[in-house]
């Protein structure tokens, strides 16, 4: 069990569906993270929340949709979404996002969705 | 642009030590962490190192030198359930504080 808490598990969706992914953590962290994970290969970031405000877009498609409604919680809005799209999301947060912040800011991750595109 | 290496896959006996090297070059340096990955799981925190030296935690030990933009995790008295992916990851510059570069991940199997 991780503290950071995620779902659904699992969610299979078609293109044309819409569906979000959640992300709760109660650690008191001010910096949460959406990541991209395909087999094998090492997390991507796609974007830093940092005191509910986006800080980081890693360039990322429109049709993903981030959304921070207060500081323990972490969505990810999609839409419209291509096979390639497959793979883990991870979300994790950590302690702080700024500079000068905390000085470890180790990140904490949750289990993640495994979604795949029909 | 940043640069992690790693090697793809090593394999040890258990009760045996394994040292995944990991070399860096990025744009800055505030710190480097491992991580560990098994397979259809989270990766979870093993150790931070932003200054130079040796951080012991338990049979985990990390190590780095920033002046040769290296570092390694040694894992002794391996057991079967340390078989997995190990993730080294650099945070660069401080105007991207939260973000972590990934290297590619080390497969370590433990064999009986």
């Not at chain 1, 569906?19 to 990541?35: D, F, I, P, T």
């Not at chain 1, 207060?70 to 950590?94: G, R, T």
């Not at chain 2, 939260?98 to 370590?108: C, E, H, R, S, Y």
């Amino acid at each position: 069990d991780t503290e950071v808490t995620q779902t659904p598990k699992h969610l299979v969706m078609g293109m044309t569906n819409k569906k979000s992914l959640k992300c709760e953590q109660h650690m008191g962290h001010r910096a949460m993270y959406w990541y991209k994970q395909k087999a094998k290969k090492p997390p991507e970031l796609m974007f830093v929340y940092s005191y509910e405000k986006l800080s980081i877009n890693e360039s990322v498609p429109s049709r993903f949709s981030p959304e921070c409604p207060n500081s323990s919680l972490l969505n990810l809005h999609l839409h419209a979404l291509q096979p390639e799209d497959s793979a883990l999301y991870l979300c994790a947060s950590s302690q702080d996002s700024r500079p000068g912040g905390a000085q470890e800011g180790s990140q904490h991750f949750g289990d993640g969705t495994r979604l795949s595109i029909l | 642009g940043q640069n992690i290496d790693q090697p793809t896959e090593m394999t040890a006996t258990e009760g045996a030590i394994v040292q995944i090297n990991c070399t860096y070059q990025t744009s800055g340096f505030n710190g480097l962490f491992w991580y560990q990955q098994h397979a259809g799981e989270a990766p979870t925190f093993l150790s931070y190192n932003v200054l130079d030296g040796l951080e012991e935690k338990g049979r985990f030990s990390s190590f780095l030198s920033r002046s040769k933009g290296y570092s390694y995790l040694l894992l002794k008295e391996l057991q079967m359930k340390d078989s997995a992916s190990y993730l080294c990851a650099v945070r660069g510059k401080s105007d991207s504080w939260g973000k972590l570069q990934f290297g590619a991940g080390t497969q370590v199997v433990v064999t009986p």
